[in-house]
């Protein structure tokens, strides 16, 4: 009986070894990358050439151009990438940390909640890249459990063949040109744009909310899904503020951002679980992700300090109307971002539709 006793504990602990505060191990220290980036690309040859990203996004695709450039630049490395909703993908790394199968190795998620979370359990590797201290600090881990590695932001947007001029302001969004033109993404589907709605209402009332609904707004599921339909030649859906296509959209494609109103910026967390079956392979994608190779040509706003907004466009630093250190605040706290959720649902219903990974949209 003791026996048995003894084995299932050591069988269990060896299992959820680390769900629990780590503090007092006082073994947070992380490692701090000394290799240049070809030498960090041997080590992951050697260790097998394969790298298991799950990254945060609404279209499948998302990732492609990432895996592209990746591989091209690492000729016999794999990047095995997998785009989901990151509140679907953050579940799914939990239940990997639970029954102690991890085979994710790297993880970029608009959830950054869960990486202080995640750290707290011992899940994750402490880890320097080479650009580390080129973040902006606000957007870093002291010791490197997790960083930015991309800054997403809503902008507005509009097809220039259907609308005379974009709009400037929120206040804009309820002029009668745009009544059945307006496509948004549900925000009770995505906490970033709950966070839109939120910083949209804090500021403009309850009955900017009202005039929007009677303008008669597609309410879709996904931040891609209206600029796929904004783009489409044959729609009548014209005008959003629930997406991003970058900084320099191609035509017709207008964007604006508001300079009274707030907008939604944030930078993606990205973090090495610690059990990782492929540690070289993703300090290989992470330090690619921060070089500045990659963050200059990526055409948004970069995570590090030393690499300038693109043309025409400050430092989001700079800007009034965007606090990209907001984001994780919102985030963290659940229970006011049910309450909002669940107002939401009230108003416009429950997302309709399948998911925008699994339609044609
Ligand atoms: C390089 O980093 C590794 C891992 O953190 C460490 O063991 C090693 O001592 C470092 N080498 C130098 C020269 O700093
Ligand atoms: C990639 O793999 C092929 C086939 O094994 C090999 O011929 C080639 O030298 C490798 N390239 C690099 C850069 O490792
Ligand atoms: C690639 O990723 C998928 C999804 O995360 C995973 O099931 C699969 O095992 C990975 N493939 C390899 C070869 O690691
Ligand atoms: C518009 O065109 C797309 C293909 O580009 C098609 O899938 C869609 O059904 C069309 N929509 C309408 C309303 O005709």
Same mark, same amino acid.
């Given at each position: 009986?003791?026996?048995?006793?003894?084995?299932?504990?050591?069988?269990?602990?060896?299992?959820?070894?680390?769900?629990?505060?780590?503090?007092?191990?006082?073994?947070?220290?992380?490692?701090?990358?000394?290799?240049?980036?070809?030498?960090?690309?041997?080590a992951a040859l050697a260790e097998g050439g394969i790298v298991t990203l799950w990254h945060g996004g609404d279209e499948t695709n998302q990732q492609d151009s990432l895996k592209q450039a990746f591989e091209a630049r690492f000729?016999?490395?794999?990047?095995?990438?997998?785009?989901?909703?990151?509140?679907?993908?953050?579940?799914?790394?939990?239940?990997?940390?639970?029954?102690?199968?991890?085979?994710?190795d790297s993880v970029i998620l608009q959830t950054l909640h869960d990486y202080p979370r995640w750290d707290d359990e011992g899940a994750l590797l402490h880890y320097i890249p080479l650009d580390f201290f080129n973040i902006q600090?606000?957007?870093?881990?002291?010791?490197?459990?997790?960083?930015?590695?991309?800054?997403?932001?809503?902008?507005?947007?509009?097809?220039?063949?259907?609308?005379?001029?974009?709009?400037?302001?929120?206040?804009?969004?309820?002029?009668?040109?745009?009544?059945?033109?307006?496509?948004?993404?549900?925000?009770?589907?995505?906490?970033?744009?709950?966070?839109?709605?939120?910083?949209?209402?804090?500021?403009?009332? /309850?009955?900017?909310? $009202?005039?929007?609904? *009677? &303008? !008669?707004?597609? %309410?879709?599921?996904?931040?891609?899904? +209206?600029?796929?339909?904004?783009?489409?030649?044959?729609?009548?859906?014209?005008?959003?503020?629930?997406?991003?296509?970058?900084?320099?959209p191609t035509s017709p494609i207008g964007i604006a951002f508001p300079t009274k109103g707030q907008f939604v910026s944030w930078a993606q967390r990205a973090a090495i679980l610690k059990d990782s079956p492929h540690p070289e392979?993703?300090?290989?994608?992470?330090? /690619?992700?921060?070089? $500045?190779?990659?963050? *200059? &040509? !990526?055409?948004? %706003?970069?995570?590090?300090?030393?690499? +300038?907004?693109?043309?025409?466009?400050?430092?989001?630093?700079?800007?009034?109307?965007?606090?990209?250190?907001?984001?994780?605040?919102?985030?963290?706290?659940?229970?006011?971002?049910?309450?909002?959720?669940?107002?939401?649902?009230?108003?416009?219903?429950?997302?309709?539709?399948?998911?925008?990974?699994?339609?044609?949209?």
């Amino acid at each position: 009986m003791f026996k048995l006793h003894t084995l299932c504990c050591a069988a269990l602990s060896a299992w959820v070894a680390s769900a629990y505060d780590v503090t007092l191990g006082f073994n947070g220290a992380p490692q701090i990358e000394n290799r240049t980036i070809d030498e960090i690309y041997e080590a992951a040859l050697a260790e097998g050439g394969i790298v298991t990203l799950w990254h945060g996004g609404d279209e499948t695709n998302q990732q492609d151009s990432l895996k592209q450039a990746f591989e091209a630049r690492f000729p016999n490395i794999t990047l095995n990438v997998t785009v989901d909703v990151s509140k679907y993908h953050d579940g799914n790394i939990d239940r990997q940390l639970a029954t102690g199968g991890v085979y994710v190795d790297s993880v970029i998620l608009q959830t950054l909640h869960d990486y202080p979370r995640w750290d707290d359990e011992g899940a994750l590797l402490h880890y320097i890249p080479l650009d580390f201290f080129n973040i902006q600090p606000s957007f870093r881990d002291l010791r490197g459990a997790w960083y930015g590695v991309a800054v997403f932001a809503w902008s507005f947007l509009w097809n220039e063949n259907r609308v005379s001029e974009g709009p400037k302001e929120f206040d804009d969004f309820l002029r009668p040109e745009y009544k059945d033109k307006l496509v948004l993404t549900y925000p009770n589907d995505d906490d970033a744009v709950l966070y839109a709605f939120d910083l949209i209402m804090q500021q403009y009332g /309850y009955e900017w909310f $009202e005039k929007l609904l *009677a &303008q !008669n707004p597609r %309410w879709v599921r996904g931040t891609g899904t +209206p600029v796929t339909l904004l783009s489409q030649s044959n729609g009548t859906s014209s005008v959003t503020f629930t997406s991003s296509a970058g900084l320099a959209p191609t035509s017709p494609i207008g964007i604006a951002f508001p300079t009274k109103g707030q907008f939604v910026s944030w930078a993606q967390r990205a973090a090495i679980l610690k059990d990782s079956p492929h540690p070289e392979g993703a300090k290989l994608l992470h330090n /690619y992700i921060l070089s $500045e190779e990659y963050q *200059a &040509q !990526n055409g948004g %706003w970069s995570v590090r300090k030393d690499i +300038p907004a693109p043309e025409g466009y400050q430092d989001l630093a700079d800007i009034p109307s965007s606090n990209p250190n907001g984001f994780e605040g919102f985030m963290a706290d659940r229970e006011r971002a049910e309450r909002l959720r669940l107002f939401f649902e009230d108003k416009i219903g429950t997302p309709q539709g399948l998911s925008s990974l699994k339609d044609d949209l």
